[in-house]
């Protein structure tokens, strides 16, 4: 079939994790890419069972990898990929860089050196490739910093990978809508 490179978006609890899963249902092998931080039930509760939540529904073939190294994993050659989420990919990204109270302009070419190189690798997977990501900038500008340098930088990814998929499908309360 040849390589098949699809970005899925949608807001918090839009069914966008679920949609991206079914399109990789009939895979015989999928490797699922989960780059935000391990779940730690004593500091956040509330993370660990949504991760539990994603876990619960993979299926024991799929083959998952727990890294924000998402260009290497994409690079590997598997035959199907699926990365659940560039919002977690983007944070821990700026968490290993150390840079959330730094100014942006003093960091932005270096966080956008590592979003050529994510782009790069996601033109060269070989098979079907999903990205889930979340949609931003649709409510208010956040209030903290923090929020509208994650708000600016995952908007600026989310249009470079879509710029270079071959689909790109908003889900809306369960729905997709293909863009």
């Known amino acids: 079939m040849g390589s098949r490179r699809i970005l899925i978006t949608g807001g918090t609890r839009s069914g966008k994790s679920r949609y991206?899963?079914?399109?990789?249902a009939a895979e015989?092998?999928?490797t699922y890419i989960a780059p935000g931080p391990p779940p730690?039930?004593?500091?956040?509760?509330d993370w660990a069972r949504r991760i539990a939540e994603h876990r619960a529904r993979r299926p024991a073939s799929w083959t998952t990898v727990e890294t924000d190294d998402l260009p290497a994993v994409l690079r590997a050659g598997h035959p199907a990929v699926l990365i659940d989420s560039l919002g977690t990919w983007l944070t821990a990204t700026i968490d290993r860089?150390?840079?959330?109270d730094e100014p942006l302009?003093?960091?932005?070419?270096?966080?956008d050196d590592h979003?050529?190189?994510?782009?790069a690798a996601w033109q060269s997977t070989p098979g079907l490739a999903v990205a889930v990501t979340e949609e931003v900038g649709w409510g208010l500008v956040a209030e903290h910093r923090s929020g509208r340098i994650f708000t600016d930088l995952l908007g600026d990814a989310n249009q470079a990978i879509a710029a270079v998929s071959d689909e790109v499908?908003?889900?809306?309360?369960?729905?997709p809508l293909h863009l």
């Open 20 to 24: 991206a899963e079914s399109l990789l």
């Open 28 to 30: 015989p092998v999928v």
């Open 40 to 45: 730690d039930p004593g500091a956040d509760a």
């Open 97 to 100: 860089m150390g840079t959330w």
């Open 105 to 111: 302009p003093t960091w932005q070419g270096i966080f």
């Open 115 to 119: 979003l050529d190189d994510l782009v």
């Open 169 to 175: 499908t908003l889900v809306v309360a369960g729905r």
